[in-house]
């Protein structure tokens, strides 16, 4: 399998840098693996966006990992509401059968609507996973998930200063990150392990 530059085009990136000649550009020529990827000179956010789509995993993996993400915020966040953890495990029991398409958004919908703390960093994170894990790319909802966790490590050290806080907010989203970035990787490994990125056409 392998992503051609006509299919990121196609995903709409938001920003001009990656137009059909700014992708040319960037890969030189040069078809990129999972492991080259790393050496591309690009944001680690928008590799994640990249490679976070539907039309490489298989469902049930897609739909686990972003369950994963966003349990993770949930735990450092010490969000303890019941619909966020609801709406995560209904991702899960998505991937079985046992909870409709209807029934995931409609619990995404009710997550990203609820009140409290967790509406301004949480309620993001989990409501998108609920609805890209209903059949869309999910690097947004994977970057929802890493400013869950940034907010959430900066609130602890609202004592302290701006300068401090902003960088516990920096290092945070960094590591969160990067975390799912080997994450991304490691399951893409297991199940597309021939994965081409940046091909120029599909048969280039």
């Known amino acids: 399998m392998s992503v051609t530059i006509d ?14 000649a700014g992708i040319e550009k960037l890969i ?3 078809p990129l693996s999972i492991e080259t990827l790393d050496d591309v000179d690009i944001p680690l956010a928008d590799k994640i966006w990249l490679l976070f789509r539907l039309e490489l995993f298989p ?4 739909c686990l990992l972003l369950a ?19 709406t995560i495990e209904m ?5 079985d059968g046992q909870t409709t398409l209807k029934e995931l958004r409609a619990a995404g919908y009710a997550a990203g609507y609820a009140a409290g703390y967790a509406a301004l960093a949480v309620a993001p994170a ?13 690097g947004y909802a994977a970057g929802y998930a890493a400013l869950a966790v940034a907010h959430a490590v900066a609130a602890t050290a609202a004592n302290s200063t701006a300068a401090t806080a902003a960088a516990a907010h920096a290092a945070a989203l960094a590591g969160e990150r990067e975390w799912q970035y080997s994450q991304l990787k ?7 392990p021939n994965l081409e990125i940046l091909r120029r056409r599909k048969n280039d």
């Open 126 to 138: 989990v409501a998108d996973a609920a609805g890209y894990a209903a059949g869309y790319a999910a």
């Open 91 to 95: 991702i899960r029991r998505f991937t």
């Open 186 to 192: 490691k399951v893409l490994r297991n199940v597309n």
């Open 28 to 30: 030189d020529g040069r």
């Open 7 to 20: 299919n990121i085009v196609g995903w709409a990136p938001c920003q001009p840098k990656y137009s059909r």
């Open 59 to 62: 469902q049930k993996d897609f």
């Open 68 to 86: 994963e993400m966003a349990e993770r915020a949930l735990k450092v966040a010490n969000v303890t509401g019941e619909r966020f953890w609801e």
